[in-house]
């Protein structure tokens, strides 16, 4: 069925939001105050998927995706829109989503951080072989696309790039990066070094022990690590645990295993009225256990680094029980994507 469409808004995940006859239709690749025509190609009880046909009246923020890919290639939600409005549209997904799904009203918002590169901000990307093809998939992971490079790549992953395709390789998957850890790094560089500041400029003074929970590396408690007197990171992945130990400095000590396995024994040597929390977990967030380790053992502040907003907004709905959220950040670490990175502050409010 193709209909005519008015775009309201531009919801998180990067489909732009339209409705008709009562039923809210999403629609990828729009800008909210576009009018355009889509044909339906899913329809579910509350909420129909469409996609794009034409653009009838654009965004005065739409501008000419700067990959030849992009639209068939499932990497980018945004290049047919301007970074600035990029910015604008993520801050916003940010707030409304904690306000509905963490059912918070008042959200301190802070200006959203940009990448200091708009392309060509990634260290490593991972591309699919298939039958001699190398490449991505597309939205809906059923084809495989042919990628001969890709903008969001640096120059040396993009290199990389094209000597696999050089070569015959075996079908399977396949990570193309600057530098090798065996573990989880970030994938731009620019803007992880923004991170850094802004949860260093954040952070109280005085505290004496900063535990960093879902550690990795020891990404922040290594840049933390000269403000407080103890540093204990904990983290699942052993190589990383292990490169964190062997440069560690004298006030540094990491544990290997389930966050909420060793929560409880650091909780109880430290000191909660001087103490700094930061979490940085996966796009799960925190479990419910971990969660009720923190609000029993109440460490003075929260650092939360998250990378999905939306199990973020869960999460917070739990820790503001006993914790006032004092500033909420937004930072782009993946321009052209759906994808936003968002630091919390909380303070222990009892």
């Known amino acids: 069925m193709i209909s005519e469409l008015k775009i309201d808004d531009v919801g998180f995940g990067g489909n732009g939001v339209g409705r008709s006859g009562g039923k809210v239709i999403f629609v990828p690749f729009t800008l909210d105050g576009e009018e355009v025509t889509v044909r339906i190609s899913q329809q579910k009880k509350k909420f129909a998927t469409a996609e794009l046909i034409s653009v009838e009246k654009p965004s005065p923020f739409r501008i000419e995706p700067a990959c030849q890919y992009f639209g068939r290639c499932g990497g980018c939600s945004y290049q047919h829109i301007e970074y600035a409005r990029q910015i604008e549209i993520k801050a916003r997904q940010v707030e409304q989503t904690i306000k509905r799904v963490g059912r918070l009203d008042n959200v301190p918002m802070r200006p959203m951080i940009a990448s200091p590169k708009e392309f060509g901000y990634r260290n490593r990307i991972r591309v699919h072989v298939a039958d001699g093809m190398v490449g991505f998939y597309a939205p809906d992971r059923l084809e495989l696309m042919d990628i001969e490079s890709c903008p969001l790549a640096s120059p040396q992953v993009n290199e990389a ?18 530098r090798r850890g065996g573990y989880f790094e970030q994938t731009n560089d620019g803007a992880s070094e923004k991170m850094l500041t802004l949860v260093e400029e954040t952070v ?23 403000l407080f007197e103890q540093v204990a990171g904990i983290e699942e992945n052993p190589y990383a645990v292990q490169y964190a130990q062997r440069t560690a400095g004298s006030n540094e000590v990491y544990f290997a295993g389930d966050v909420a396995g060793h929560l409880p024994e650091v909780f109880g040597k430290a000191d909660a009225a001087t103490t700094t929390l930061l979490l940085d977990p996966p796009a799960i967030g925190i479990s419910t256990e971990v969660a009720d380790l923190i609000l029993a053992s109440r460490p003075s502040e929260i650092v939360y680094v998250s990378c999905n907003p939306a199990t973020l907004a869960r999460d917070l709905s739990i820790l503001c029980r006993n914790y006032r959220l004092e500033s909420v950040t937004p930072l782009d670490m993946f321009p052209q994507t759906a994808e936003i990175e968002v630091i919390v502050h909380l303070v222990n409010s009892l």
């Open 204 to 226: 109280r003074r005085g505290q004496s022990l900063l535990i960093d929970a879902y550690c990795g590396a020891g990404l922040f408690a290594k840049r933390l690590a000269g």
């Open 161 to 178: 790039l094209l000597e696999l395709r050089s070569r015959a390789v075996r079908d399977g998957d396949y990570t193309l990066a600057e």
